[in-house]
């Protein structure tokens, strides 16, 4: 059973940076794609970004790329979010995600289908 704990939400400013973290206590951590997505009120649930089993590639949708980085430390079974230049429309629930299958590669379409487990999620607000 996977369990995934994101923390470092918030209220910022537009323009303000936050960095999200997302820890893992599975034991194949270090062999699944780690998403992040974002939920906002009245929408369906976005993917933002993917990292490979190895930290080696990533990917990104369009919305967030150039502003928004993921990474992971295998050692610390931890992903994180680094996310600048906020605006307004970044105002969402965020959650961590972990790939169903083992030693794939991170792609711009996945989907929630492709992920088997999912954090609480933490709220990022940002005012204008």
């Known amino acids: 059973q996977v369990q995934l704990v994101e923390s470092g939400g918030g209220l910022v400013q537009a323009g303000d940076s936050l960095r999200l973290s997302c820890a893992a206590s599975v034991l194949t951590f270090n062999r699944k794609v780690m998403a992040w997505f974002r939920q906002a009120p009245g929408k369906e649930r976005d993917f933002l970004a993917a990292i490979g089993w190895n930290g080696g590639s990533t990917s990104y949708a369009d919305s967030v790329k150039g502003r928004f980085t993921i990474s992971r430390d295998n050692a610390k079974n931890t992903v994180w979010l680094q996310m600048n230049s906020l605006k307004p429309e970044d105002t969402a629930v965020y959650y961590c995600?972990?790939?169903?299958?083992?030693?794939?590669?991170?792609?711009?379409?996945?989907?929630?289908?492709?992920?088997?487990?999912w954090g609480q999620g933490t709220q990022v607000t940002v005012s204008s």
């Open positions: 995600a972990a790939d169903k299958y083992l030693w794939r590669q991170p792609i711009s379409t996945m989907r929630e289908a492709d992920f088997g487990s």
